[in-house]
T-cell receptor
């Protein structure tokens, strides 16, 4: 079993739809949870960062962490064509500065 | 704030040749990472530096890969000799803490 599992998609939605992206993980020591967005031929850019369990909202994006289920989610409201990208979940252990473990990424396409 | 700079952007080499990649992190970022991203996969850590010391190189194929960080700033990653399976994007990232990862655009390596 991989440490971080993420459905690669692809996921296609119409503009304005609500998008749900998910990851599961096996290592209960993970405390830091992140979502990165990666456009084609670019490096990943940080979207959301959450420490431990709970929800975090930033504009159209909401990140949720359920440590009891070892499950994290990213919701995108009112999706736009510019949201078309690969979304990577990432997580790390309980010490700041430890390296991130990434999921495979989910490719999202939003059509206008 | 200037981002993480990487060069070259693209490189094509024949198998068994050698290649080197360069990274200049964000000024003041003590931690520097090299990740390998194979097509369709999430980034995988190769090596992590704290200033000019190695923190984690457990996943670096040391028989062919080497990396150094000069004076705790710039870093180079070298592959010698290259294999076909080394074809990937090599991403450099730097951070102040675990929540502050910034990636460069990467070097796309093709081994033929």
């Amino acid at each position: 079993q991989k440490e971080v599992e993420q459905d690669p998609g692809p996921l296609s939605v119409p503009e304005g739809a609500i998008v749900s992206l998910n990851c599961t993980y096996s290592n209960s020591a993970f405390q830091y949870f992140m979502w990165y967005r990666q456009y084609s031929r670019k490096g990943p850019e940080l979207l959301m960062y959450t420490y431990s369990s709970g929800n975090k909202e930033d504009g159209r994006f909401t990140a949720q962490v359920d440590k009891s289920s070892k499950y994290i989610s990213l919701f995108i409201r009112d999706s736009q064509p510019s949201d078309s990208a690969t979304y990577l979940c990432a997580m790390s252990g309980d010490q700041a500065g430890t390296a991130l473990i990434f999921g495979k990424g989910t490719t999202l396409s939003v059509s206008s | 704030e200037a981002g993480v700079a990487q060069s070259p952007r693209y490189k094509i080499i024949e198998k068994r040749q050698s290649v080197a990649f360069w990274c200049n992190p964000i000024s003041g970022h003590a931690t520097l990472y090299w990740y390998q991203q194979i097509l369709g996969q999430g980034p995988k850590l190769l090596i992590q530096f704290q200033n000019n010391g190695v923190v984690d190189d457990s996943q670096l194929p040391k028989d062919r890969f080497s990396a150094e960080r000069l004076k705790g700033v710039d870093s180079t990653l070298k592959i010698q000799p290259a294999k076909l399976e080394d074809s990937a994007v090599y991403l450099c990232a730097s951070s102040l803490d675990v929540g502050g990862y910034t990636f460069g655009s990467g070097t796309r390596l093709t081994v033929v």
